[in-house]
């Protein structure tokens, strides 16, 4: 069946709403999620009888009584047509159904009256994901090149977290198409993950011959620096850096490749780049502490280190 839904706005969706939950690779759960009940927020706001009607469905839900509890939700919807709570209990039966557009549409209404709703968020999230992980899959079946199919369906097993099936994949596509530079970078990049970087850089050589990339250098640079040589690190990440002089994860690498060279002063340059251009990268500001702390500039070592601090404490948990 034809999705009347845009791709691109599932995939924004499921990044956007709630981006762990996608990460967690989990089905939507039949319960709600246990940070904040939705018929406590509706007992805010409407009456008794109405917060009643909405822990009535919520049990129905609970029971498996489907078309119990989308019957109360709806009744609750047509004297309180703006109940965020509400919209999530008939969304959770269609999720149960396997609805999952009509759970999209509704999730995406909910969003409209409540935009920080917990609950609507995190269903919107699961939602999202697993509409856009269907489209990937389509799109593959659909391409006329088997190799691309692969790519596109490692792609969405990365995206939902899902590395070793995304291997599988991506290996899949090589194995057609052996200079598929997306396939090798795909795969160069979770062989990196779980620190296998002997096979990353190879695949990561492979991907150089075809075409210069940041990511090649930036992926080479990175299993230098974790083996501690910080020579050849530092010639990766000065690549990485001429191909994207506004990638801040890559000036941190040349900056952490020059503190391990003892060359602070130098390091400095770099970090203070990358902080620029992202300054809530807490990591980044922490390795230009050490840089500052290493070239004796205690006091801005000692700022560096409390908006380290302070981005840790700001960060939601």
Aim: net charge neutral.
């Amino acid at each position: 069946m034809t999705r009347a839904l845009d791709v691109s706005a599932l995939i924004v969706a499921a990044c956007v709403t709630l981006a762990s939950t996608a990460r967690a690779g989990q089905q939507p759960p039949t319960k709600a999620p246990a940070r904040k009940a939705a018929v406590g927020a509706a007992s805010a706001t409407v009456p008794d009888s109405a917060a009643a009607a909405l822990v009535a469905a919520n049990s129905a839900l609970a029971a498996g009584d489907l078309d119990r509890a989308a019957s109360l939700a709806a009744g609750h919807l047509k004297q309180h047509p703006r109940s965020a709570a509400a919209r999530v209990v008939v969304a959770r039966v269609h999720i149960a159904r396997g609805e999952l557009d009509a759970a999209w549409r509704e999730l995406n209404r909910a969003a409209a009256e409540q935009p920080r709703d917990v609950d609507v968020l995190y269903y919107l999230g699961q939602v999202s994901g697993q509409l856009a992980a269907e489209q990937f899959e389509r799109l593959a079946q659909q391409s006329p090149v088997p190799a691309r199919g692969h790519q596109l369906l490692a792609e969405s097993f990365e995206a939902q977290e899902r590395r070793s099936d995304a291997e599988r994949e991506y290996a899949a596509a090589l194995a057609i198409k052996p200079d598929l530079i997306e396939a090798l970078l795909g795969l160069a990049r979770l062989q990196r993950i779980r620190l296998d970087c002997d096979g990353a850089k190879a695949l990561y050589a492979r991907a150089e011959a075809i075409r210069p990339t940041f990511d090649a250098a930036y992926g080479i640079g990175a299993c230098q620096l974790r083996a501690q040589d910080h020579d050849a690190a530092r010639v990766q990440f000065e690549r990485a850096v001429a191909r994207d002089s506004r990638s801040a994860v890559a000036l941190v690498g040349l900056g952490s490749a020059l503190l391990g060279l003892n060359r602070a002063a130098d390091a400095i340059v770099p970090l203070e780049r990358a902080v620029a251009i992202e300054p809530a990268m807490d990591d980044g500001w922490y390795v230009l502490g050490r840089a500052y702390q290493a070239a004796g500039r205690t006091g801005e070592a000692q700022q560096a280190f409390a908006t380290v601090e302070r981005l840790r404490t700001e960060r939601p948990r």
